[in-house]
């Protein structure tokens, strides 16, 4: 059973990431060149599920998800299952919830970049997508790396949005967080120890990582 929320988790984190990677790359590069009035606007939404509570996001994509409302008609009628309680859910929740964790340190570090390397690039007659792949990618790497290892470290810790999107279904929705708390609601404390613990130097072992890599690219 644990084996099971373990690969279940690893598969959310993985899938989730990689679809915050897609979208948030352009993202963060719009957001960061972006000078419309709108813009505060924008980072204000993507920003927001760091300050919301989760139940709070989770209720509203439960309501989006029923099958009475258009996103989860579509889904129904496109697949034949509800998005609510189902994996497919959890990856659409995931997204939106780890989002902000993903964009804006791409969004602060594409700030940051020399832009006269573009313009410099521009002159020579670099289109736009040869600029951005040649010259922004390369010089931001410390900070898609550090993007997408959030954006999966965050995945693997959610409760709130997981619990109220897929429920507590064993081998389809139950993640390492949601059988820690079914763990502990059981009296289980060994298998709760041994979920906590892993889950913590999970968390140790990426942190101290990250840092490592950051302070060594400061001192170059």
Not at 108 to 125: C, I, K, P
Not at 136 to 147: D, F, G, H, K
Not at 173 to 184: K, N, R
Request: with cysteine; glycine share 8%; proline share 5%.
């Amino acid at each position: 059973m644990l084996s099971a929320a373990v690969w279940l988790t690893l598969k959310l984190a993985f899938v989730t990431t990689l679809i915050l990677m897609v979208i948030g790359i352009p993202l963060a590069w719009k957001l960061s060149t972006m000078r419309s009035r709108w813009c505060p606007v924008i980072e204000a939404l993507v920003g927001l599920p760091m300050v919301l509570p989760p139940t709070v996001l989770g209720f509203y994509l439960l309501l989006a998800f029923s099958p009475n409302n258009p996103i989860g008609q579509f889904w129904l009628n496109m697949t034949g299952s509800t998005l609510a309680f189902s994996f497919s859910g959890l990856v659409v929740a995931s997204v939106l919830y780890s989002l902000p964790f993903v964009v804006q340190p791409l969004q602060r570090s594409f700030e940051q970049l020399d832009h006269g390397l573009l313009e410099a690039a521009a002159m020579l007659g670099a289109r736009r997508l040869d600029r951005f792949i040649n010259i922004v990618l390369p010089n931001t790497r410390r900070a898609l790396l550090l993007a997408a290892c959030m954006g999966f470290a965050h995945t693997i810790g959610e409760f709130g949005v997981v619990l109220m999107i897929g429920g507590n279904i064993p081998g389809e929705t139950q993640v390492l967080s949601i059988a820690l708390f079914d763990a502990v609601e059981t009296q289980q404390f060994d298998t709760a120890h041994t979920i906590a613990g892993g889950l913590l130097a999970f968390a140790m072992t990426l942190l101290v990582v990250l840092y490592s890599i950051d302070r060594r690219g400061s001192l170059r």
